[in-house]
Structure formats: C-alpha cells, structure tokens
C-alpha cells in the first residue's frame, strides 16, 4: 500500500525525497500471538533505516511522534515499530533517501510503557520483553475492551516542486473494523484477477498492478475513507 500511494503522490512532485507512514490499528478487535511476540522482540533492538541517502541505526520503539488521524480516529502517539520491506523497496523503486514507518496501539499509557522497556532494553539488553508475550496479549485484550474500532493509516511523500519542498499526505481511515486496512490489498487484487485485468504471470510490478481509479474504488467499497493534506492544511475527503 506505501509503494501504491507513493506513485499516486509521485506526479505532483519534481523529486521525492522521503516516505514516512505511520498506522493506526483498531485496538478492539484482540491479535494473535504472532503479531505480540513479534512486537515484543523487536523492541530495542537496532536496525539500519535510511535517512536523507544513508543508513542510520535506530531502535525498535522509539522516537515517539504525536500525529493528527482524520475523525474519526484523532491523535496518536506513535514509534518507530520495526525492520520491514518498505526501508528497500521504497528506495529502490522510487530513489528516496528517507523511508520511516511508525506505529502505536490508542493507550498512551501502554505506548510509553513499551517505550520505557524498549529503551532499557537498548542500553542493558534486559528484559527480554518476548518471555511475556501472554501476559502483554492477555493485558491488551483486557484493556481493548474499552478501545475503539476506528482505525487509520497515513502515507506522506516530501519533495521538490518549483524549487520548495512540499508535503503530500493521504490518510485511509476505517471508522470501524479498521484492521481491515492491511489486508484490502489483497481482495482488491483478488478482484482484479477475477476480473481478467491482472492475467501477467509473474512477480506484478508493485506500483503499477491495479490503477489509481481501481484502488480508490475498492477501498470505498470496503468501507473505508480517503482523505488528503498539503503541507500544515487540515485533512479534507479525498477527491
């Protein structure tokens, strides 16, 4: 979906410089132990992400960020989350220097928790935050009784246009069952491939697999919003 949205934003730039995405899952529908022991793993550990052309080493859960999601979604606190495809694709397609995606669940009070242990983590290698993985889902379950089933994610592109740089944002916001939003790619492509229009075998080219008309029309009806923002404007409905 990063790559789909980048060359959605692509033209109304002269160059791109960075990518940086950040969701926003519903936390009232409960996860599975995979996702959890996979968090938790991550958290404190190194990995290499690249900012303006180099590698730079950052840790799992950190740099907390305060971003603004269209309604019905608000404000969230998130970080960064962990190493994922997007730090190589995203460069190597579009020739970005600066790729970031972060993540956070609705508690503010978990989110800085997490935080904290992930920062201890880094500097002592202790806790090994994994061994808890049941206790951290069976806490997560409880607490998401009280969560919203709203969810969003947010792509924004930075670039050159007539010798300023600019931000391009788009936001995809479920005002319920928002864990849908990962896997819509994959009915829409399931979609296309019924329809006849997706027929090449093959790997499909990331950026150019289902048009930009044909996305948007399967995410409205899947339910789901689009909105858009330049620069420090406020989000309006995606036209």
Do not use: C
Not at 32 to 50: E, I, K, N, S, V
Not at 62 to 75: A, C, D, N, R
């Amino acid at each position: 979906m990063e790559v789909l949205f980048t060359q959605l934003l692509r033209p109304r730039f002269d160059r791109i410089r960075a990518v940086r995405s950040t969701a926003a899952p519903d936390t009232r529908r409960h996860r599975g132990d995979a996702m959890f022991r996979t968090m938790l793993t991550a958290a404190g550990r190194p990995f290499q992400q690249p900012r303006d052309g180099r590698p730079a080493t950052v840790y799992a859960w950190s740099e907390g960020e305060q971003f603004l999601f269209p309604p019905p979604v608000g404000t969230r606190r998130h970080y960064l989350v962990l190493e994922m495809a997007d730090l190589d694709v995203l460069p190597e397609l579009f020739g970005v220097g600066t790729v970031e995606f972060k993540a956070g669940s609705e508690f503010a009070l978990l989110n800085r928790m997490l935080a904290f242990l992930a920062v201890l983590r880094a500097r002592t290698g202790h806790p090994t935050l994994e061994r808890y993985t049941t206790v951290v889902r069976a806490v997560s379950w409880f607490v998401g009784r009280w969560g919203r089933d709203a969810g969003g994610v947010i792509f924004e592109v930075t670039g050159d246009v007539g010798g300023r740089v600019r931000r391009e944002a788009v936001a995809v916001v479920g005002s319920d069952e928002g864990a849908r939003i990962p896997i819509v790619l994959a009915g829409i492509a399931v979609s296309e491939v019924l329809a006849g229009r997706l027929v090449q075998p093959g790997v499909a080219d990331l950026r150019t697999w289902v048009t930009e008309e044909r996305l948007l029309t399967g995410l409205r009806e899947r339910g789901l919003t689009m909105w858009r923002r330049t620069d420090a404007e406020h989000w309006r409905p995606y036209e």
